[in-house]
T-cell receptor, first 114, second 111 residues
Framework: SAVISQKPSRDICQRGTSLTIQCQVD?????MFWYRQQPGQSLTLIAT?????????ESGFVIDKFPISRPNLTFSTLTVSNMSPEDSSIYLC???????????FGSGTRLTVV | DAKTTQPTSMDCAEGRAANLPCNHS???????VYWYRQIHSQGPQYIIH???NNETNEMASLIITEDRKSSTLILPHATLRDTAVYYC????????????FGGGTRVLVKP
């Protein structure tokens, strides 16, 4: 199955600043997915990132707050902009590893906004 | 994608089989049942998936009822490292389909 490297693993940020999270995959994939997991909650899909086109955002998430880049088939970034304490969550990227392996997830970025 | 219902939590004794139920009564013919688990502070991990037939791999077994309205994930010999949140997800295999996570079942394996 695909192997995902996600950076940073954790960060503590000041409110009003922005953080960019990187996700690198060891194989080419058509779509990459970005999730948020708030404390004690399940995962919520933020957006789907296609190479060469704008990301598709889920209800409740907007591009100005969570801009996404997808410059090639192995890499994507998610930026959390103008952060507030409510943005404190774990952010995860995911890809479809194919028929036999399901979807693979990165190890996540634990973000704390103070 | 069809909605799933799972118990919020369950305990299991170490060394015993853990049977995790999932209801998916609105599942359609082209939708698969996937199971993932999330160990604390890690990303979700794929366990197993199936369409109609029962499936087994090195991690677990998946039993799907004949009407496909429910399924059971079986961890044959639970260990302390199996303590995690287990998610049952129903999804078709069309390209670009996204996983939608419900609340999952929080499994605690006790010595």
């Amino acid at each position: 199955s695909a192997v995902i490297s996600q950076k940073p693993s954790r960060d503590i940020c000041q409110r009003g600043t922005s953080l960019t999270i990187q996700c690198q995959v060891d194989s080419q994939v058509t779509m990459m997915f970005w999730y948020r997991q708030q404390p004690g909650q399940s995962l919520t899909l933020i957006a789907t990132a296609n190479q060469g086109s704008e990301a598709t955002y889920e209800s409740g998430f907007v591009i100005d707050k969570f801009p996404i880049s997808r410059p090639n088939l192995t890499f994507s970034t998610l930026t959390v902009s103008n952060m507030s304490p409510e943005d404190s969550s774990i952010y995860l990227c995911s890809v479809d590893s194919g028929t036999n392996y399901g979807y693979t997830f990165g190890s996540g970025t634990r973000l704390t906004v103070v | 994608d069809a909605k799933t219902t799972q118990p919020t939590s369950m305990d299991c004794a170490e060394g015993r089989a853990a049977n995790l139920p999932c209801n998916h009564s609105t599942i359609s013919g082209n939708e698969y049942v996937y199971w993932y688990r999330q160990i604390h502070s890690q990303g979700p991990q794929y366990i197993i998936h199936g369409l109609k037939n029962n499936e087994t791999n090195e991690m677990a077994s998946l039993i799907i009822t004949e009407d496909r309205k429910s399924s059971t994930l079986i961890l044959p010999h639970a260990t302390l490292r199996d303590t995690a949140v287990y998610y049952c997800i129903v999804i078709s295999k069309a390209a670009g389909n996204k996983l939608t996570f419900g609340g999952g079942t929080r499994v605690l394996v006790k010595p």
